[in-house]
């Protein structure tokens, strides 16, 4: 069965997960994590998209990327093509670095933008590389390091207009999470492994984009149908 397209509208959020080919590494040393780094701030330039969280391990990457009229699609074949030619060019190497296609989820961004943000930033303690999430990509939340292709003033403006007071706010939320697991949805989602939303927001999208719900209804939804008929 052949793959549907992604969805797109302008202002989609997804959670974007790459990894390397075979399980091998993505990046070998800090010069290929700045190499990304700089691509993601081109293509943010270029295609217009924001980058809400991150989190570049040693085989895989996580991305909360908010697209404007430009699909993703487009701004990830240029992100990666563009990446595996100058990684390949530096090692003097050949072949895929990344694994087959891309993995995307569509999220709603009103509901879930803060989970996916910290779920992102949890990663690396998850995986046991730190103990504390302020050893990695985090810092940026905190004013730490200056990453101008990261959009930080969405998140934080969720919890106070205060930048400060957001700051810390964010800091003890992130904390709240230490205790937690992998979150199941943030990878498969709740609709044909393509949108993470309540039944509203699929809804919403499904026509937003023409597509028809292929959905199975829900039993007790098909036994109130069946029990209205026989009245």
Known sequence: MPRKPRIHYPGALYHVMLRGNAGDPVFFDESDRCRFYLLLQEGAVRFGFRAHAFCCMTNHIHLALQVGDIPLPRIMQNLSLR??????RRRRRSGHVFLGRYKALLVDAD????ELVRYIHLNPVRANVVEF????P???YQG?????WLTTDLSLSLFS??????RHAYAGFVNDGLGGGRVTEFHSGTCEGRIQGDDGFVDEILVKVNER????????AVIEAVCSLSV
């Open 213 to 220: 719900d292929h959905r199975s209804p829900a039993i007790p």
């Open 138 to 140: 985090y810092r940026a």
């Open 161 to 166: 207009g205060d930048r400060v007071k957001a």
């Open 83 to 88: 990446y595996t030619a100058w990684l390949n």
């Open 111 to 114: 509901s879930y933008l803060l």
């Open 144 to 148: 730490e390091e200056v990453l101008p």
């Open 133 to 136: 999430p302020e050893n990695y």
